[in-house]
């Protein structure tokens, strides 16, 4: 099982490009989220997917745009990138029952936006 | 929602040494983790604690709920375990608040 992939691994954008960050499972956990670390900080939750075909803002889902593409898949997409989304950018998924299972998370996305 | 608070912010070891790492929380929870992030920014689950304790071999966990802290010990410290030490408790649908975390560094 290769459990949470996020792709890319690294990217850099220019103020104002789109990109849309990959993430899968492997486990047939049902929740999974997107978090984003900012240098010397935890983790904040951006969105997340409690189960197929839903979806929830977080704590920080300005900018931010996901979709729950079936079981397995869960992206992110920034519209119109701006510096202050610069970051490192995690996907997690928990195992059931949803809601109250261990987060499993994948190797991150680090982002830049010039 | 909930606050989180670690302590120490930073923590410097000679390898051998033991430590305890402390996470206070301001509501109640029914969900906690421990994760280590590794130098190379990797999350690494190390507990899965909403309450009681557990062992992994030099480390070990115990949360007390209705107390709201929890605690993460390390015993007989490696180089290996330096890296950034977060608690996350949680109390609605699995959502996660991350703490600012413990940079622990373990010195040869």
């Known amino acids: 099982n290769a459990g949470v992939t996020q792709t890319p691994k690294f990217q850099v954008l220019k103020t104002g490009q789109s990109m849309t960050l990959q993430c899968a499972q492997d486990?047939?956990?049902?929740?999974m989220y997107w978090y984003r670390q900012d240098p010397g900080m935890g983790l904040r939750l951006i969105y997340y997917?409690?189960?197929?075909?839903?979806?929830d803002k977080g704590e920080v889902p300005n900018g931010y745009n996901v979709s729950r593409l079936n079981k397995r898949e869960f992206s992110l997409r920034l519209e119109s990138a701006a510096p202050s989304q610069t970051s490192v950018y995690f996907c997690a998924s928990s195992e059931p029952p949803h809601s109250r299972g261990e987060q499993y998370f994948g190797p991150g996305t680090r982002l830049t936006v010039t | 929602g909930i606050q989180v608070e670690q302590s120490p912010p930073d923590l410097i070891l000679q390898e051998g040494a033991n430590s305890t790492l402390r996470c206070n929380f301001s509501d109640s929870v029914n969900n906690l983790q421990w994760f280590h992030q590794n130098p190379w920014g990797q999350l690494i689950n190390l507990f899965y604690i909403p309450s009681g304790t557990k062992q992994n071999g030099r480390l070990s966990a115990t949360t007390v709920a209705t107390e709201r802290y929890s605690l993460l010990y390390i015993s007989s410290s490696q180089t290996t375990d330096s890296g950034v030490y977060f608690c996350a408790p949680g109390n609605q649908g699995g959502k996660l608040i991350f703490g600012q975390g413990t940079e622990l560094s373990v010195k040869p």
């Open positions: 486990m047939n956990h049902n929740s």
């Open positions: 997917s409690a189960s197929e075909g839903t979806t």
